[in-house]
């Protein structure tokens, strides 16, 4: 259309006007063209897009699951990945039913966590964080479904239902908050019926601190904003899941 308004004006406008006009038109079509698509969801991830979402695979090789919508770490400062595997879940499938929540209505969910382990991270590291979190519940604010801090450096991994009530399976000094739900244990994903693909972020986060300094009764967002300057890598098993 800015391309065309000009011609309409020639009556009205000298040559060298109409030509300066037509030629901002254009960039200006071009710089939108590029704007557009530097926001659109790509099908193939760059490196430095992997960097970004700092997402391990739960094999040997790192590499990023592709996610539309919403990444709860990229506003935050770019940190390396490292490993993070599991026996329970995979990257890029959806969660079995044993850790879907049985809590909150999920057919056949148990609210069991997962076996999780993780190598390869900074040698400065003194402590951990696990956590589970789904951006796209409905809430306005995402939900915490898991919540462990202060994990000593020397653990690498948590056994199959570490977070279950009163666990006694998570290393000593760990401190587990109450989550979204209230409750200081593990509540499994239950996305509600017709909202489409949840995608679940189940992350271990490496501290340059060996106490992040939040209590038990902290919410998951403050332990994120106590954290944030101490983070110093970040590894993630991301699964979709929805309910239908």
């Known amino acids: 259309m800015t391309i065309t308004e000009p011609a309409m004006m020639s009556d ?4 060298r006007v109409i030509r300066v006009l037509a030629i901002s038109g254009c960039a200006g079509l071009l710089a939108t063209s590029a704007a557009y698509g530097a926001d659109r969801p790509s099908a193939k991830p760059s490196a430095s897009g992997a960097a970004a979402q700092t997402v391990a695979l739960t094999t040997e090789t790192k590499g990023a699951h592709h996610v539309p919508g919403p990444n709860p770490y990229q506003y935050l400062p770019r940190v390396p990945s490292f490993h993070v595997g599991s026996t329970t879940v995979k990257n890029g499938r959806p969660l079995p039913p044993d850790q879907q929540s049985g809590v909150f209505g999920a057919p056949g969910g148990k609210d ?27 809430t306005g604010s995402g939900f915490w479904h898991w919540v462990v801090t202060d994990i000593p450096a020397n653990t690498t991994s948590l056994p199959l239902n570490a977070g279950a009530p009163n666990s006694t399976a998570l290393p000593a000094g760990a401190i587990e908050l ?44 403050l332990l994120g904003f106590s954290i944030s300057g101490h983070t110093i890598a970040r590894a993630t098993i991301i699964c979709p899941t929805q309910l239908r």
Do not use: C, N
């Open 112 to 138: 069991v966590s997962p076996e999780l382990s993780w190598w390869g991270f900074p040698k400065a590291t003194k402590s951990f964080v696990v956590t589970m979190y789904d951006p796209q519940a409905p």
């Open 178 to 221: 109450g989550g979204d739900a209230g409750m200081h244990r593990y509540i499994g994903g239950a996305p509600p019926k017709g909202s489409g693909l949840h995608y679940y972020y189940i992350t271990i986060t490496a501290l340059d601190v060996p106490k992040s300094g939040v209590t038990a009764d902290a919410s998951g967002a």
């Open 12 to 15: 009205r406008l000298p040559r």
